[in-house]
T-cell receptor, first 114, second 114 residues
């Protein structure tokens, strides 16, 4: 079975632009979470979606938004990009919303803001 | 508040040495889950192990072993006879019983030299 897939792999944008990142979860997984990982730090939680509803949100500004589609794939949108948004964006899927099921991560999208 | 602390920023060992990565966590939840992930230079986070708060049994898997001690809020990870392929950043993560997101430590970069 395919793992979590993310696209694009790399992206270069300039300040003020908008970006959309995409994620396809492992088949059968209904929960998708997004994380931001700045160089040298651990991943920070941005959003969790389960059954197409937002179930959790981390401490990120309203410039960040996301949605989940009927096929459980997800998009993360970031508006009015700032230099500080440069990071690795990771998508993770799991079979359940809560509990001890591990989250499985994709390879990430590396976003660079010039 | 929930928090994960990995006090060791970087560790360098010579191949075949044993190495222990420390993880200390804080939570007020009575039910919670702990995880270890490995992040090689390619960037993907690879799930290694999970432990439930109500299961303090330690585990050994090949060269890997984990020591969970609730009394000291620690969940340490030991690699026996380290190999160059073990070189990566290792993250400890916590999830509350009624939470869907992971809280990560800052990671420990392990370098294994031949």
């Amino acid at each position: 079975d395919a793992g979590v897939t993310q696209s694009p792999t790399h992206l270069i944008k300039t300040r003020g632009q908008q970006v959309t990142l995409r994620c396809s979860p492992i088949s059968g997984h209904k929960s998708v979470s997004w994380y931001q990982q700045v160089l040298g730090q651990g991943p920070q939680f941005i959003f969790q979606y389960y059954e197409k509803e937002e179930r959790g949100r981390g401490n990120f500004p309203d410039r960040f938004s996301a949605r989940q589609f009927p096929n459980y794939s997800s998009e993360l949108n970031v508006n009015a990009l700032l230099l500080g948004d440069s990071a690795l964006y990771l998508c993770a899927s799991s079979s359940r919303e809560f509990g001890n099921q591990p989250q499985h991560f994709g390879d990430g999208t590396r976003l660079s803001i010039l | 508040a929930q928090k994960v602390t990995q006090a060791q920023t970087e560790i360098s060992v010579v191949e075949k040495e044993d190495v222990t990565l420390d993880c200390v966590y804080e939570t007020r939840d009575t039910t919670y889950y702990l995880f270890w992930y490995k992040q090689p230079p390619s960037g993907e986070l690879v799930f290694l192990i999970r432990r439930n708060s109500f299961d303090e049994q330690n585990e050994i898997s090949g060269r890997y072993s984990w020591n969970f001690q609730k009394s000291t809020s620690s969940f340490n990870f030991t690699i026996t006879a380290s190999q160059v392929v073990d070189s990566a950043v290792y993250f400890c993560a916590l999830k509350g019983g009624s939470q869907g997101n992971l809280i990560f430590g800052k990671g420990t970069k392990l370098s294994v030299k031949p």
